[in-house]
């Protein structure tokens, strides 16, 4: 799998995590906004996924169309508990599937200087 496409994965995987879990791998402060900032960043790879035939043409649509949602809900604050992160979760989680990521999982590497979430396929 391509290390940019990793990096999707995995922040679809921590979007799509229960709000403690969400907690431990981000940290503390702005969870909710940085959690959508890496999803964006990462997604704007989208095309070249789909060029390079990493992903297909549905999966590039659902990516799209959770991109749109993030933007539209520009005003998803940091209440993790809310019932529109709840919904976003759900939506993550539809996605890992369709993309045959479900089974993957994130976990914190605190083994170098910095922590960092790591991808576990």
């Not at 035939?53 to 169309?65: A, H, R, S, T, V």
């Amino acid at each position: 799998m391509d290390l940019k496409l990793d990096d999707l994965i995995k922040n679809l995987i921590i979007i799509s995590s229960e709000k403690e879990e969400q907690l431990n791998l981000i940290g503390y402060g702005n969870v909710g906004t940085e959690m959508l900032i890496n999803f964006g960043i990462s997604n704007k790879k989208l095309s070249g996924f789909f060029e390079q035939n990493l992903i297909n043409q549905k999966q590039k649509e659902k990516l799209e169309e959770f991109q749109a949602y993030i933007d539209e809900k520009a005003n998803l604050d940091d209440n993790l508990d809310s019932e529109e992160w709840n919904k976003t979760r759900l939506i993550a989680k539809e996605i890992l599937i369709i993309l045959k990521a479900n089974n993957y999982r994130v976990y914190l590497d605190k083994s170098g200087k910095f922590w960092e979430p790591k991808l576990i396929m």
